[in-house]
C-alpha cells in the first residue's frame, strides 16, 4: 500500500470530519443585550430597551461622579442615534430630567461587515435641544471618523477581581498620530475596554471592571 496516499487520504477524511472554524461576525459585536449591567471605572452602565422619538432603541445609560447620560443606538447597536444628558445635581440641576438632548438625522454608523484591515469612516448630523431654554442647534458628529479594523481578538479583562475572556471581540483603531484610540467591542456588551493616547502615550483607559447582570 502507498503510505504517503494513505497518508494524504487519512488527513482529508479528518479535515472533512472537523466542524469548520468559526469566523469572526463583525456585525455581532457591536450588539446590545437589554438587562446587561455593569460597571467600568467611575461609571455604572445598564443597558435598556427603550424608545427615542419615534424609533425603537437600545439605550446605554452611564451614570457616574453624578453625571448621568443616556446614549441610544438603532435594534443592532451600530448606528448612533442620539443622547440624553440629564442634569447635573452638583449644579443646581434636576438629575431627573434632560438637561440636553442630541438627535442625529444622518446617523454615524458601523457597517455590517468588514475584514482585518478595513478601513472605513463615521459621520453624521443632526440637532442638539437644550432644554432649559428650547434653543436649539445644527450639530456635526464630532467623535473620531477614521477607522481602521484591526482584527477579532480574545479579550481577558479582570472582571470582579477573576480573569474573565470576552471572545471574538471587535479591535478597532482610529485618529492619527497625535490623537489617536483604540476600541474593544463584545457581544452583548458593546465597547468593553477604550484607550486613549495623545501621540504614543496612552492618556486614559476605561474598561469594564465589575458585571451585575448578564
Given amino acids: 500500500m502507498n503510505l504517503p496516499r494513505l497518508t494524504l487520504a487519512l488527513s482529508l477524511a479528518l479535515a472533512a470530519a472537523a466542524p469548520a472554524a468559526q469566523a469572526g461576525d463583525f456585525a455581532a459585536c457591536f450588539s446590545l443585550k437589554p438587562g446587561i449591567a455593569y460597571d467600568a471605572g467611575r461609571d455604572s452602565v445598564r443597558i435598556v430597551r427603550e424608545r427615542f422619538g419615534e424609533r425603537d432603541a437600545i439605550a446605554v445609560v452611564s451614570s457616574g461622579d453624578g453625571v448621568k447620560t443616556a446614549t441610544y443606538y438603532d435594534p443592532s447597536g451600530r448606528a448612533l442615534l442620539g443622547s440624553v444628558q440629564y442634569g447635573i445635581a452638583d449644579w443646581g440641576g434636576d438629575a431627573s430630567k434632560p438637561a440636553i438632548t442630541e438627535r442625529y438625522a444622518q446617523t454615524p454608523q458601523f457597517p455590517a461587515s468588514a475584514k482585518p484591515g478595513a478601513k472605513f469612516r463615521l459621520s453624521g448630523a443632526g440637532q442638539r435641544i437644550t432644554h432649559n431654554d428650547g434653543a436649539s442647534q445644527d450639530i456635526q ?40 484610540a483604540e476600541f474593544w467591542y463584545a457581544p452583548g456588551f458593546g465597547r468593553v475596554k477604550f484607550v486613549r493616547y495623545m501621540g504614543k502615550e496612552p492618556l486614559m483607559t476605561l474598561q469594564l471592571d465589575s458585571i451585575k447582570s448578564e
Fill in 141 to 180: 458628529y464630532d467623535g473620531f471618523d477614521d477607522y481602521v479594523f484591526v482584527g477579532f481578538e480574545d479579550l481577558e479583562l479582570p472582571v470582579d477581581f477573576e480573569p474573565r475572556k470576552f471572545l471574538g471581540t471587535c479591535h478597532l483603531k482610529a485618529g492619527d498620530a497625535e490623537n489617536s
